[in-house]
């Protein structure tokens, strides 16, 4: 007999870094969560985003195509973002990337994944909108190493990166 009952142990959808439990993520684009690592220091993470934006950058001039981005920061409630904001431009006009989408989250320190304009940033990169991000530090994203590793990792995963003002080690 068929139902439309869920079944009695309900699977969870996520981890709290936002990668899928059942690491479909890892077999459908072979890149592996971070997490299962063991924990990156500051200099690891640097070079590995660094490393995304020299591939992605390559592969864009490669094919002749200009770098779009999508600036983004997050600040606590009623924070103005524009100093942030303002950092972030000045690495998009120092590579001569096209600054396409400019935005914030103001819910203060959060999960990437359940932040708004975050959410925004990644479809536009789904959707072959934006080939990056660039925001002013590792803050922006989390001051957590695990779940900034792994939104990295979603990140290149989707063919994208990340973009700092400031490095890994200066928050």
Same mark, same amino acid.
């Given at each position: 007999?068929?139902?439309?009952?869920? $079944?009695a142990?309900?699977?969870?959808?996520?981890?709290?870094?936002?990668?899928?439990?059942?690491?479909?993520?890892?077999?459908?684009?072979?890149?592996?969560?971070?997490?299962?690592?063991?924990?990156? $220091?500051?200099?690891?993470?640097r070079?590995?985003?660094? #490393?995304d934006?020299?591939? #992605?950058?390559?592969?864009?001039?490669? /094919?002749?195509?200009?770098?779009?981005?999508?600036? %983004?920061?997050?600040?606590?409630?009623?924070?103005?973002?524009?100093?942030?904001?303002?950092?972030a431009? #000045?690495?998009?006009?120092?590579?001569?990337?096209?600054?396409?989408?400019?935005?914030?989250?103001?819910?203060?320190? $959060?999960?990437?994944?359940?932040?708004?304009?975050?959410?925004?940033? %990644?479809?536009?990169?789904?959707?072959?909108?934006?080939?990056?991000?660039?925001?002013? $530090?590792?803050?922006?994203? /989390?001051?957590?190493?695990?779940?900034y590793?792994?939104?990295?990792?979603?990140?290149?995963?989707?063919?994208?990166?990340?973009?700092? #003002?400031? /490095?890994?080690? /200066?928050?």
């Open positions: 007999m068929k139902t439309l009952l869920p $079944s142990i309900p699977r969870p959808l996520a981890r709290p870094g936002g990668l899928p439990m059942d690491n479909r993520l890892a077999a459908q684009t072979g890149v592996a969560p971070l997490r299962e690592k063991a924990r990156c $220091s500051a200099a690891e993470l070079a590995m985003r660094e #490393a934006v020299r591939r #992605a950058v390559e592969r864009h001039a490669a /094919s002749g195509t200009s770098v779009r981005i999508g600036r %983004y920061t997050l600040v606590e409630p009623r924070q103005d973002p524009a100093d942030r904001l303002v950092q431009l #000045a690495v998009v006009l120092r590579f001569g990337w096209q600054d396409t989408i400019t935005t914030f989250d103001d819910t203060g320190v $959060s999960d990437p994944a359940i932040r708004p304009q975050m959410a925004r940033l %990644y479809t536009a990169l789904c959707r072959g909108e934006i080939h990056g991000i660039v925001a002013v $530090s590792q803050v922006d994203v /989390s001051t957590f190493h695990d779940v590793a792994d939104t990295l990792t979603l990140l290149r995963a989707r063919g994208g990166f990340l973009a700092l #003002a400031r /490095s890994e080690t /200066s928050l």
